[in-house]
């Protein structure tokens, strides 16, 4: 079966600082790859999404980066925290089939300071 | 461009009491529509998901949606409301290209005993 680990679960970090988030999936190939912000109120905004390695779309332009080192790796970045970059970010994936749904991890609550 | 527009954003039921959540959505082609469950500092749960056949969707924890292209509406329903349900949840809608999923901004479920 398809497993999705994301960590870590928790962080605070202070402005200014670098960010490394990273999901990983097994069980599964070529997935599609999702980064996902959650704000308290404003539901779910999709920031990156991936088709293959490499490949990377942005949604939203901001001080964050996403890269697809490895076929079933997703790395979220930033070079330097902000206050709103605060939120819980959600790693997801699926198959590339469009009716497949999202598998999602269990998030990490990013507290900036 | 697809969206999602969940009515109300916190609905307040007793236990054992229908629940309803409703969703619309804008496509301008067929839809594919999913609704999330998420519980507190936890990632998003598949509830159910429509693609093509019949329109009357059941799901886990004995929750059901109905798809209705002429009102555009996905709502979520379960006959009796149990403790457990209390959580937040999201409706979502998808293209065919399935490149990604876009969200409402979630409802959240209050179940009183």
């Known amino acids: 079966s398809q497993t999705i680990h994301q960590w870590p679960a928790t962080l605070v970090q202070p402005v200014g600082s670098p960010l490394s988030l990273e999901c990983t999936v097994e069980?599964?190939?070529?997935?599609?790859l999702y980064w996902y912000r959650q704000a308290a109120g404003r539901g779910l905004q999709l920031l990156f999404y991936?088709?293959?390695?490499?490949?990377i779309s942005s949604e939203v332009p901001q001080n964050l980066s996403a890269s697809r080192p490895q076929d079933r790796q997703f790395i979220l970045s930033s070079k330097k925290l902000l206050l709103s970059d605060s939120g819980f970010y959600l790693c997801?994936?699926?198959?590339?089939?469009?009716?497949?749904?999202?598998?999602f991890g269990n998030g990490t609550r990013l507290t900036v300071t | 461009a697809q969206s999602v527009t969940q009515l109300g954003s916190h609905v307040s039921v007793s236990e054992g009491a229908l629940v309803l959540l409703r969703c619309n959505y804008s496509s301008s082609v067929p839809p594919y529509l999913f609704w999330y469950v998420q519980y507190p500092n936890q990632g998003l749960q598949l509830l159910l998901k429509y693609t093509t056949g019949a329109t009357l969707v059941k799901g886990i924890n004995g929750f059901e949606a109905e798809f209705k292209k002429s009102e555009t509406s996905f709502h979520l329903t379960k006959p009796s409301a149990h403790m457990s349900d209390a959580a937040e949840y999201f409706c979502a809608v998808s293209d065919q290209a399935g490149t990604a999923l876009i969200f409402g901004k979630g409802t959240t479920l209050s179940v009183s005993s």
């Open positions: 991936s088709v293959g390695i490499g490949q």
């Open positions: 997801a994936w699926s198959a590339i089939t469009g009716d497949s749904p999202l598998h």
């Open positions: 069980g599964t190939s070529n997935p599609n």
